[in-house]
């Protein structure tokens, strides 16, 4: 079965980068010391990850939608050897450019506001989802081994558009949702929440930052979004986003929490925990890239994606092992041998489940991807080997 990648609102991504040294001061006259072009859009993001993780371009399908006119012939051209290109919806309006702005201390994104997505154009994307399950070789035509949602809507698109395509797509039992938007969040939770019963399994997780948890949660942080935030900051997020959502358990088993520079968190939503608490939450290490081998420019747009696609693409080949199953869904060997030369020190720091340190372990490669990724210019592109590095140096989890 194949990885669906939802990443509805695509861009062309142009980068104008600042000469050595220099940076972005407001009011003054810029030259680039470079132009380059790559693929914008935090589903696109993704399916580019999953490339480098090493899974097939014919075990992708990015449902999208691709502006018309050269911008979006280009994006295409960049996707093609990535991806499936059976649920690409191309679109009346442009395709909008995202342009960011790389100095060597900071980068600025600035991004278009995208064409409205016109009823007949949503239509076709609910027609091609509807072939392609109809020829799905799997018996109880299932599509979706591993479904991800990513980031905000174009215009045009219905608030409950990402639970009718959950509904639509995540149909099997064993199907892996990650999710990474916050928009459209209580309808697609009532889907997923409707979906579940008290045996299925622990295969949901909904990644954000620290940031959008607090909000989500009315919780007050004490510092700037780039300061991080504490420990109580933290539990009291988790408990208010529960209290804000009700269907977010049983929607939910795991939350993927990443902030920045500063030690990301793994939570799981259960209520099996001698704290009393109806989640257990577990301190993931990150990497110190200003520590790295030398000083460079780092490229951090599109690093969030990149955990997600890291952390789907190791999550899904960790559960085909452990079912025998028959997909095809392979990763890199480097990155197979670095979680094998891990695995028992991570079941040894979690001890609640083997689910769960399977899953703190594809979290943790994922991290270790977007940091990756920063030291490459293109969004979400990323040397496994520079992965498989820092993973080896990040510490196993630790329960708080």
Known sequence: ??????????????????????????????????????????????????????VAPNEVCLAQFVGGGPGGDQVLKLLEDKTDPALTVRTASAMRTCTTIVGSACSTELVEPSGIIEPAEMDQMTKQIDTLLSTSSTSDKSLCGAL???????????????????????????????????????????????SKSSQSAENSCLKLNAAELAKLANVKTSGEEADGVTVKELKASVKGFLETFEHATPALNYLAITDGKHPGHLVHLTTDNANGEPFQIYKMDVANLMNDEEPRTLFPIGAGDTVAGGTLAMWRSLQHFTNSDTSPLMLDKNAAQAIQDRRQEYETSIKSSSTTSRVALSFAFGLACGSASCLQEENSVFAMKDAVRLFHDMKAPVPI
């Open 1 to 54: 079965m194949k990885v669906v990648v939802v990443g509805l609102n695509g861009a062309l991504q142009k980068r104008f980068v600042l000469p050595e040294g220099s940076n972005l001061i407001p009011g003054n006259v810029h030259r680039a010391a470079s132009i380059q072009e790559g693929v914008g859009g935090k589903g696109q993001d993704v399916a580019v990850a999953l490339s480098c993780c090493g």
């Open 148 to 194: 991800c949602i990513m980031g905000s809507m174009p215009p045009g698109c219905a608030p409950e558009t990402y639970s009718n395509l959950y509904k639509k797509l995540a149909t099997d039992e064993n199907c892996i949702t990650l999710i990474d938007s916050v928009i459209g969040l209580e309808p697609l939770l009532t889907a997923m929440a409707a």
